[in-house]
């Protein structure tokens, strides 16, 4: 059975789910939905999926997942991604994708605000933001001070997988990452994963490829 | 105050589809507060001024227009528009913290294809931008560039593998570009692919892509991503040059030949004044 | 080819630290910011940083944006390509061009001593301050003015170098004024300061810092 994915090219969120599969080497399908400016996330049959009207949706068989936490979830059960084993570490997990939400809800808004032209308290959402950035990087200078680079463990998790794209995005927003070099060398060694994919903000690491020699076509 | 070339140009400030039978909102213009309103469906929609006074309005492509000093002429033709079996794309404003006259020359470049739209719009090593032609055709006063080719990985949501793509360039109006590209489907056809450029202020603007393409089969949603995702790699470029405004002397950047559309250009904006968004005295 | 003038600009004279040595590595380029004046701090292949004006002479695009590759930074943009000296090596649009030796960056003074990435205005004879038995432990940026930080750090200066201490852990500190209001402090631990010390001395920086900006609107400036 094919699983599909309702998604929408400028989401964050719909990006972490295209993300987490190829990482993951979930085959996915996506279905494009036309968010903006066409409102068919808000469309009868959009609403009958998930009655919320957010996206990405999730369908696999009788499943639906509707939230993208889950998504991530569902997508990277049984594998390293979910973490190493143990209590401290699922809860650590567990800690950050419940943190991702507030990213959404601070530096996502603010990127919607300054982008898509979505109304909102656009000081309040980069004041937020900045705090939120704040937190990952105290993280992750901790992180590295035990030897380890990503935010729950040595290897990377769905927890990085779901904070990632609002942080790498926050710049769409009017929020700079130029204050937070630990936040720098994560997003850089996320970005050099095997079966990672960008997304239009988040550039491709040029720096990967080789530089190409003198052109010897005629 | 809003230099006198820039008032009596043609600006995009909404998407038709967008409006109500019956609304009233206010947009942005060159720095000053636009109100758009149509009391009843069967009316035609008002665009006033800050000052109260009536504005032009056009309803063509896809989108309103109006011009607040009152227009030099009748809004540019766009005559594939009229050609039957077109799909028209509306792909929605996105918001750029950038000079309008950058977003149009950003448009008009190939060059940054294989770094910024890696592997979609073009791919190292076929880097190359061979000679083009370019003009400013006399008697419409627009800017063309001509025979511009470049190797494309992925040329159109509709396009299958590497080709070489021919391109033509067109400013009719300082924040309008279109280019016409080959059309993977109807090689006879020229696919038409345009921003519509409104500015808010001189390091801002709302920028409106618009397609008039021949392709029956894509689903429109991904027609409409394709192009957003285009034109969002775009925009972390836009908004991190330095300085904002577009130099229109010489000395400050560097072009080289591949940057001839940008040249004519900016010598095309110069000659008429239009300086709004623009940086005329070197820093 | 000189170096950029920085006199002109908020940045003091002499060496301004600008990053921990381990926040650049080799291969990556980032931005930073010293007294208003916007620059590209990278490093190639061969390990040696370097700072440069933040703007590619092509089209003004930050070449902090850019990647590295060997011992080139290259401009996001259009690919442009410059080599350690500065000068432009590649225009990819044009791959059989040698580029014209007048296409170059503007370079700033930089050097790298104890862990530490320096940059200065202009030629400076001085050595950057010696940092001997002080191990690097992170950078973090205040929404504050130099003297709130230094309040809330409680550090006094002894040559160059503020001091003070977190709990039982002697601390460090080196000062980058990137605007009046935004100051970066770069925070070094002795040697000898276990895990324990180190993570209890990046706790007690945040809260430091928290101290120093005051109370607000979540006690932060946008």
């Not at chain 3, 002080?134 to 200066?157: E, H, K, N, Q, Y």
Request: glycine share 8%; net charge negative; charged share 20%.
């Amino acid at each position: 059975m094919t699983v599909l994915l309702y998604d929408h090219v400028l989401s964050p969120n719909c990006y972490k789910a295209r993300l987490m599969a190829r990482l993951a080497g979930v085959p996915l399908e996506t279905v494009a939905v036309n968010a903006y400016p066409g409102r068919e996330h808000l469309s009868e049959e959009s609403l009958a999926r998930n009655p919320a009207g957010t996206l990405p949706v999730l369908v696999d068989g009788d499943l639906i997942l509707t939230e993208t936490q889950a998504i991530l979830v569902y997508l990277a059960q049984g594998s390293r991604w979910m973490g190493a084993a143990g209590p401290a570490t699922a809860a650590t997990v567990q800690g950050w994708l419940a943190f991702s939400a507030r990213l959404t809800s601070s530096l996502g808004v603010a990127r919607a605000h300054d982008m898509l032209r979505k109304p909102a308290d656009i000081a309040a959402a980069r004041s937020e933001g900045t705090l939120c950035l704040r937190e990952i990087e105290a993280r992750l200078v901790e992180q590295r001070l035990r030897g380890q680079g990503f935010l729950a463990g040595a290897d990377p998790t769905i927890a990085d997988v779901a904070c990632f794209p609002h942080v790498a995005l926050a710049p769409d927003g009017g929020v700079t990452l130029d204050p937070y070099p630990a936040i720098r060398l994560w997003m850089r060694a996320i970005r050099g994963l095997d079966g990672f994919i960008e997304m239009p903000g988040i550039h491709r690491r040029h720096d990967l490829t080789p530089e190409p020699q003198p052109a010897v076509t005629a | 105050m809003i230099p006198d070339a820039a008032r009596h140009e043609w600006y995009p400030v909404a998407m038709l589809s967008e409006l109500a039978p019956s609304f009233a909102q206010d947009t942005v213009l060159l720095g000053e507060r636009l109100r758009i309103s149509r009391d009843a469906p069967d009316l035609p929609i008002r665009i006033t001024g800050p000052d109260g006074a009536r504005c032009a309005v056009a309803t063509r492509y896809g989108h309103l227009w109006t011009s607040p000093g009152g227009p030099k002429a009748g809004l540019f033709e766009i005559p594939e528009a009229a050609q039957p079996g077109r799909r028209f794309v509306d792909c929605g404003a996105v918001r750029v913290r950038c000079s309008p006259l950058r977003a149009v020359e950003n448009f008009l470049d190939v060059a940054h294809f294989p770094f910024v739209h890696t592997d979609i719009l073009g791919a190292e090593p076929h880097t190359e931008v061979e000679r083009y032609d370019v003009q400013v055709r006399e008697e419409s006063d627009e800017v063309w560039a001509t025979k511009v080719r470049f190797f494309q990985p992925m040329a159109a949501r509709s396009a299958e593998g590497g080709i070489v793509t021919d391109y033509a360039y067109r400013v009719p109006t300082p924040t309008v570009a279109l280019l016409y590209k080959t059309c993977p489907p109807r090689p006879e056809e020229r696919d038409v692919i345009a921003i519509f450029v409104q500015p808010l202020a001189e390091d801002l603007c709302d920028v409106w892509p618009w397609m008039a393409l021949f392709d029956d089969t894509t689903p429109q949603a991904d027609l409409v991503q394709f192009q957003q995702m285009i034109f969002l790699q775009d925009r972390s470029i836009l908004e991190n040059q330095i300085p904002r405004l577009l130099p229109l002397d010489p000395g400050l950047e560097t072009p080289t030949r591949a940057d001839l559309t940008s040249v004519a250009y900016r010598r095309w904006l110069k000659k008429r004044g239009y300086t709004y968004g623009a940086q005329t005295v070197p820093a | 080819m000189a170096e950029m003038s920085l006199i002109d600009s908020e940045m003091s004279p002499g060496w301004t630290a600008v990053s921990l040595s381990g926040d650049l590595p080799a291969l990556t380029v980032m931005p930073v910011t010293v007294g208003g004046v916007d620059l590209a701090l990278w490093r190639g292949g061969s390990g040696v940083a370097r700072a440069w004006q933040d703007r590619c002479p092509h089209r003004g695009m930050r070449l902090s944006h850019g990647f590295v590759r060997g011992d080139r930074l290259t401009c996001i943009y259009h690919g442009w390509s410059y080599g350690a000296e500065g000068a432009c090596l590649r225009i990819p649009a044009h791959p059989d061009l040698e580029p014209p030796a007048t296409i170059r960056t503007i370079p700033v003074a930089c050097r790298e001593a104890g862990g530490i990435v320096w940059v200065a205005s202009g030629a400076t004879a001085d050595l950057p301050p010696d940092l001997t038995g002080w191990a690097p432990l992170r950078s973090l940026t205040f929404a504050a003015d130099r003297a709130s930080v230094i309040a809330a750090l409680g550090a006094r200066d002894e040559a160059g170098i503020l001091h003070t201490a977190a709990g039982g852990t002697d601390l460090a500190v080196l000062l980058q004024a990137r605007a009046a209001d935004e100051i970066t402090a770069h925070v070094l631990v002795p040697e000898t300061a276990g895990l324990a010390a180190r993570i209890g001395a990046v706790r007690w920086l945040e809260t430091a810092r928290r101290r120093a900006e005051g109370p607000g609107p979540r006690g932060i400036a946008a």
